[in-house]
């Protein structure tokens, strides 16, 4: 087989594949074998009709074309693996010649593909990247707002006859209104005024009312077929309550948590208070460095997959193509789709795999926010073949981990920060990759197996290649 490649533009290239008959040949043999076994020619036993009466009863061309659908998404595949470049869609293809149809065997198979590929660019050295973090400083304040989160477990609600406030509980009925038309409405919702995670300008409509009063205020909805729409919302209170805190003494101390006087309660807090603004650093110090990494490199984002993903999300809110929420979306799905394509560059350079734990753990935590058994969800994944999505997406937010360990992360006060309880290290990879080796084998031995010193190595390599699994479905799937 020979290709060739012409570079359409950045994002778009022109194969161009000319397959001789001898490399077709197999094809065309298997496909006499497969149509013989389905044609019933008198004379000749079902699956032993020879290929010269099948030429004369069905056709040479449809034999060539049986050998042509079966063998040419491999042939293309070889020639775009050849081509160095990866595939960001389905391929446009045109055969444009065929092994000869009539006269003596010969000729060759000819066609092009037009498919739109990743953009190439070279990613900075790691090494040389430089992170800023600000400092883990605890202070009194700190402790007290851990002291009044953890108090606040403990509280209780009360009914109040006075005006709303900020930090009330209130059970509120809501009816949405669209052009004196009713559009949607709850009732008996138990909201805490200041959260913020309902509706815009719900806060400022529930502070100053009283029970069974109502306010009505213009607001964007959050969710349903109207979401992103402006409605007349009309908040009916039904209940005000307040919370009660419990004193802070050492009674408080005992009932609460492991600890005798309040002044050792007071600092495991702060140490809690600490980790949680550790793991606050960590989360910075990804962001900040994929800040760096899009600062870094420069590529003309695809618009055949901008549109792909703007089609997809507007399908999955109901709307026909075209709508103006197109627009609306376009810069936010133009820079996730770069994002995208940035880190599975990262993650490729990085040599990042996905385990099967790590990919179940990833489906246990989707089907919990969205409310699903996670045996259900897993079941509905794999039938609308979204689990390479899934796959690739743990790698992304994984390839930002793994890059952490090359770059050096500094805090504001110019302290080395150390991130491996959250991003790990390769010495503990590889000392998970000999622990889950050592399992394999003991288990191995347990079941009266002769484990070979390969079979060895490769248990030892699982913590690695075990996600190769998943990896490989998800190009095999492409």
């Not at 040419?72 to 092994?99: K, M």
């Not at 092009?112 to 790691?126: D, M, N």
């Not at 889950?436 to 084998?441: M, V």
């Amino acid at each position: 087989m020979k290709s060739t490649v012409e570079n359409l533009d950045p994002a778009r290239i022109k194969l161009t594949v000319e397959v001789p008959y001898e490399e077709l040949e197999p094809s065309l043999d298997a496909a006499y074998k497969e149509i013989g076994s389905q044609v019933q020619i008198p004379g000749f036993r079902r699956g032993h009709v020879p290929p010269r009466v099948i030429d004369q009863r069905v056709g040479r061309a449809s034999v060539i074309q049986e050998a042509v659908n079966n063998k040419l998404p491999d042939f293309y595949r070889d020639a775009l693996n050849d081509s160095g470049r990866v595939p960001l869609g389905q391929p446009d293809i045109e055969v444009t010649e065929l092994v000869n149809v009539t006269g003596p065997q010969g000729g060759q198979l000819a066609f092009t593909a037009e498919v739109t590929v990743r953009p190439e660019f070279e990613l900075p050295e790691l090494g040389g990247i430089d992170v800023t973090v600000d400092a883990v400083e605890i202070t009194d304040a700190d402790v007290d707002t851990e002291l009044d989160n953890l108090r606040a477990r403990f509280g209780s609600l009360k009914s109040v006859k006075r005006a709303a406030k900020t930090g009330d509980f209130v059970t509120i009925d809501l009816k949405a209104v669209i052009d004196g038309e009713e559009v949607d409405s709850v009732s008996g919702v138990s909201y805490e005024i200041g959260k913020g995670n309902m509706l815009e300008g719900l806060d400022d409509a529930l502070v100053g009312l009283k029970a069974d009063g109502s306010t009505t205020f213009t607001t964007k909805l959050a969710g349903g077929e109207h979401a992103g729409e402006e409605a007349e919302v009309t908040v009916t209170a039904t209940a005000i309550k307040e919370r009660e805190l419990p004193e802070v003494d050492d009674e408080f101390a005992q009932m609460a948590s492991e600890f005798d006087t309040v002044e050792e309660l007071r600092e495991d807090l702060r140490a809690q208070a600490a980790e949680r603004k550790t793991g606050d650093q960590a989360i910075a110090a990804r962001d900040a460095l994929l800040e760096q990494l899009r600062d870094a490199v420069s590529f003309d984002v695809p618009e055949s997959v901008v549109e792909d993903e703007i089609k997809q999300h507007l399908q999955a809110e109901g709307k026909p193509e075209g709508d103006p929420h197109a627009d609306e979306i376009r810069d936010d799905v133009t820079s996730g789709v770069r994002d995208q394509i940035l880190l599975d560059v990262l993650a490729e350079s990085l040599d990042v795999s996905v385990t099967q734990d790590e990919l179940l753990e990833f489906l246990m935590q989707t089907a919990q926010q969205y409310g699903m058994e996670p045996a259900q969800f897993m079941q509905g994944a794999q039938q609308a073949g979204q689990i390479p999505a899934f796959v690739s997406e743990i790698a992304r937010n994984k390839s930002l981990a793994m890059a952490l360990r090359h770059v050096t992360v500094k805090d504001s006060n110019g302290e080395a920060v150390d991130l491996t309880e959250f991003i790990g290290s390769d010495e503990l990879d590889a000392e998970a990759a000999a622990e889950a080796g050592a399992a394999a084998a003991a288990q191995a031995a347990e079941d009266e197996v002769v484990v070979s010193p390969a079979d060895a190595d490769e248990a030892a390599d699982s913590g690695s290649s075990a996600s190769s699994a998943s990896a490989d479905s998800a190009d095999d799937a492409e």
